[in-house]
């Protein structure tokens, strides 16, 4: 008896030690529950009790990923992400239904933020700051979404070869000055169909068509690659003039590879249609899952992404516009100057998709 007696006090006395041990290293948070009284230092950080927020995202940029981590240090909030591409995001939540753990869902494109609302699956997000810091203009009507940056669709052209004086509007790379000289990706490319579909809804259907006809009829080969890859191949004389998203040549400029920055510092940038309906632009943004468990950190999410310098980081680091005025844009961005850009309703790049996907498929954009 003696023995046994001394057995377990030596035991409990070695759990005892063992649960110290672990609580003390602060790696187990059912180690820490199960200690009897935590003394101060095992208390578990606010990081661990100030809940979560659940992001679903097609967006997969680092500094999406660095802000995350500050915003979960500045709150205690945790930030978890499911990364994807949006039309699957988007099946998942529907599929999920009222057990969908996701309380936001981010992506690129005006068009599939618009999908998501008509789909049900967004829910308005009633927040006085961001309906300050947000323009009217970036944000749904009944306020489903949000947009966190900007993104414009540009003119890139060879320095060498073109001057910009000889550029002026979308309509014109469609005329037969620039026969064999303009690049643009593939029309099954988002960016296109929404820019498609932004000029359906400002010059109607068969001017757009028109332009698309003679866009392809100006092409200097068939569409291949993405944007950056029609920069290169306006550096090395396959074409003159290249549609393509601004935030690429910004990427270029600083990249690692000694060879983009040669093509970046080779192409000018020009927005097209100043003194007409304004140069094409689309956003990156967000949305507040219809069941959504974590709603006030999800908001609380989006207003940090919309503070001032979370705008600048976004702005500096991806080379995108920010939304909030107050953010500081990079040199590059400044050097480019105030541009005047579309009025447009971005529902409707969801809206006339289907319209624009058949216009290209008629025109032979391929
Ligand atoms: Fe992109």
Same mark, same amino acid.
């Given at each position: ?29 059912? #180690? ?5 009284? +935590? ?10 009790? &100030? ?6 995202? #097609? ?27 949006? +039309? ?27 999908? =998501? ?12 700051? $961001? ?27 060879? /320095?060498?070869?073109?001057? #910009? ?8 790379? %469609?005329?037969? /000055? ?11 490319? $988002? ?21 698309? %006809? ?8 068939? +569409? ?8 290169? %191949? ?52 967000? &949305?507040?899952? /219809?069941?959504?468990?974590? /709603? ?20 500096? =680091? ?35 998709? +289907?319209? %624009?996907?058949?216009? =290209? ?6």
């Amino acid at each position: 008896m003696m023995y046994n007696k001394y057995s377990s006090t030596l035991f409990t006395l070695l759990f005892v030690i063992v649960l110290g041990f672990i609580a003390g290293c602060g790696s187990s948070d059912s #180690a820490q529950s199960n200690a009897k009284e +935590p003394s101060e230092e095992n208390k578990p950080e606010s990081s661990e009790t &100030g809940g979560e927020v659940n992001i679903y995202t #097609a967006r997969h940029y680092d500094v999406d990923k660095e802000l995350y981590d500050q915003f979960t240090e500045q709150t205690g909030i945790t930030v978890n992400v499911v990364e994807g591409k949006a +039309p699957e995001l988007i099946e998942r939540m529907k599929r999920e239904g009222a057990s969908t753990p996701a309380d936001l869902f981010l992506t690129v494109d005006g068009g599939i933020l618009n999908t =998501a609302k008509t789909e049900g699956i967004l829910q308005p997000i009633m927040s006085e700051d $961001l309906d300050k810091k947000v323009p009217n203009d970036l944000r749904d009507k009944e306020n489903h979404w949000i947009a966190l940056s900007t993104r414009a669709r540009v003119i890139v052209y060879a /320095k060498d070869r073109v001057d #910009a004086s000889q550029l002026s509007t979308y309509e014109d790379l %469609a005329t037969d /000055k620039w026969k064999g000289k303009v690049v643009v990706r593939s029309s099954t490319n $988002l960016y296109n169909q929404s820019m498609l579909a932004s000029f359906i809804d400002i010059m109607g259907e068969e001017q757009a068509e028109k332009w698309a %006809a003679g866009l392809v009829a100006n092409f200097a080969r068939e +569409p291949e690659g993405g944007d950056r890859d029609q920069a290169k %191949a306006i550096a090395s004389g396959i074409g003159d003039v290249a549609i393509m998203n601004t935030y690429y040549v910004g990427h270029m400029a600083s990249s690692e590879e000694p060879e983009e920055v040669k093509v970046a510092e080779s192409v000018g940038v020009f927005f097209p249609n100043q003194q007409t309906t304004g140069t094409h632009i689309n956003i990156s943004g967000a &949305g507040l899952v /219809k069941h959504s468990k974590n /709603k006030d950190n999800a908001i609380k999410l989006l207003e940090f992404l919309t503070d001032t310098e979370a705008q600048t980081k976004i702005s500096q =680091a991806n080379y995108e516009f920010p939304v909030n005025s107050q953010a500081t844009l990079p040199e590059l961005l400044q050097n480019w100057g105030m541009f005047k850009h579309q009025k447009i309703d971005f529902a409707k790049y969801g809206e006339l998709n +289907p319209k %624009a996907v058949e216009i =290209a498929n008629k025109v032979g954009w391929k």
